[in-house]
């Protein structure tokens, strides 16, 4: 060792590694190659790693294959590293080779030589001999994509979409009440209720924590045990379902050795088909949070049928302004989950024969969409959504100045004269009501009757 640095060898030959790092000569290697992004994978996968190798050597040991002492300190350095202890010691870039084989020899490299100073001078543990025995990058780093991307939406999406569809769900209920301009096209249309569009977006998310549920499954399903090209080559064939049994019991998600090791290795379909429930979260987001900014707009000048939580000033120049900061960051997450869609639909379509060849990058963007839809439903709901009041007095003005109330006469004096009046209504500035008086087109009992407001907002005809 000299100047802070050690040698470490691997099948090209020596390398300068630093004296205090874990990892060893083909993490380095990667290291010095790919310095493109800066941008090192997501916490959740590094647990994943730690988990797959944790099971795995533990599995191993059961079938007779490793040393008690070595499978002990293993299990004690996997176990650190899915806790997170040793994360800086993950310095390979996403952007690498297409199999991640440099992260999982990163994750080899790293238990090994923490199990080693676990065992105290027992003996040395291999990265590749023991650590990555009875496995393969290729059957690794997909399984460690479905599980920590099936982890990250157990526990961080799922709870996240339900808290922000029950705080919609109870927005609808206390709005229920107030009328206001329906509006399609961006023009007047008949009248809603609030509750009626705060029970839309409840739903849209209902619908969205139903479709992430169902993609979610395909996840459950593991590419470990086919090694290297799907053969499951140089591993036990019971390998593969007693470690996934540790890992189902280690995450509490019933996960299951892959039917066709081709396919799960091969394809990416799976997380291609989860990050389009993931871009329909999105495309939800976005329209709820552009609605909810387009209610809020004014106050003066634009609709103003709700007022939004003041949660930060909203000009450097102009004193009192308050901006829907919070409509806009989401649908700024929405744009990156959308985009982040089409790098996942395209690092999926390169499944090249036995491998696909752009794991890494679809890992990155998977899991990012993940936890940024979640954070953002939290903090849309929590900054936005709960503050969210009514203006009661505004949204009726402009109701009564709605030439398509006028859509509910024609039962009674037909589509034509109905256009007429709602047509006048809008040029002379009058309320429907005040021009079908005028003209004596309906006696005022009936007047009532066809424009009574909370009636158009729900099914019927007049009876007769």
């Known amino acids: 060792m000299s100047d802070g640095f050690r040698i470490e060898k691997d099948s090209l030959g020596e390398m300068k590694v630093p004296e205090s790092a874990l990892y060893g000569a083909q993490t380095q290697r990667a290291k010095e190659n790919f310095p493109i992004s800066g941008q090192g994978f997501d916490r959740r996968f590094i647990r994943a790693l730690g988990l797959i190798k944790k ?122 009440d107030v009328l206001k301009s329906g509006r399609t096209h961006l023009m007047d249309a008949t009248p809603v209720r609030l509750g009626q569009e705060f029970g839309g977006y409840a739903t849209q998310v209902a619908k969205g924590i139903e479709r992430v549920q169902a993609a979610a499954v395909e996840l459950q399903e593991l590419a470990l045990g086919g090694t290297a090209t799907g053969t499951g080559i140089n591993t036990d064939p019971a390998f593969a379902a007693k470690t996934i049994e540790r890992l189902s019991a280690a995450t509490d998600i019933p996960f299951s050795e892959a039917g066709d090791h081709f396919e799960a290795q091969g394809a990416k379909d799976a997380a291609v088909n989860v990050s389009g429930a993931l871009n329909t979260v999105a495309t939800s987001f976005m329209k709820i949070a552009d609605d909810i900014r387009w209610l809020g707009s004014g106050p003066t000048s634009g609709l103003y049928e709700v007022s939004l939580p003041a949660i930060q000033p909203g000009s450097s120049i102009m004193p009192g302004k308050v901006n829907p900061v919070m409509s806009e960051a989401m649908m700024m997450v929405c744009a990156r989950v959308m985009g982040n869609h089409t790098t996942i639909t395209v690092a999926g379509s390169r499944g090249n024969f036995e491998l696909n060849v752009m794991m890494p990058v679809l890992a990155q963007a998977l899991l990012e969409s993940i936890t940024l839809l979640a954070n953002v439903a939290r903090a849309f709901t929590d900054r936005c959504v709960v503050g969210i009041e009514a203006n009661v007095e505004r949204a009726t003005e402009l109701l009564e100045k709605n030439p398509s109330i006028a859509t509910a006469l024609n039962p009674y004096i037909g589509y034509d004269k109905a256009a007429v009046v709602a047509k006048e209504s809008a040029k002379r500035g009058l309320s429907v009501r005040e021009v079908v008086r005028e003209k004596r087109l309906l006696p005022d009992d009936q007047i009532d009757e066809a424009l009574n407001v909370r009636a158009m907002t729900e099914p019927g005809l007049p009876e007769g």
Do not use: C
């Not at 994750?107 to 105290?120: D, F, K, M, P």
């Not at 157990?154 to 229920?176: C, I, S, T, V």
């Open 55 to 176: 099971a795995a050597a533990e599995t191993n040991a059961e079938l007779g294959y490793l040393d008690e002492a070595i499978v002990e300190a293993i299990s004690a350095a996997a176990g650190e590293v899915a806790g997170g202890r040793w994360d800086e010691q993950f310095v390979v870039d996403i952007y690498q080779t297409g199999s991640g084989t440099s992260t999982n020899m990163n994750t080899n490299e790293v238990i090994a030589h923490r199990a080693s100073q676990l065992l105290i001078n027992v003996g040395e543990v291999h990265p590749n001999d023991h650590v990555n025995f009875g496995q393969s990058s290729n059957d690794v780093i997909p399984t460690a994509i479905h599980v920590a991307s099936r982890i990250a939406i157990q526990e961080e999406l799922l709870p996240a979409l339900e808290h922000m569809r029950a705080a919609l769900a109870e927005k609808a209920e206390a709005f229920d």
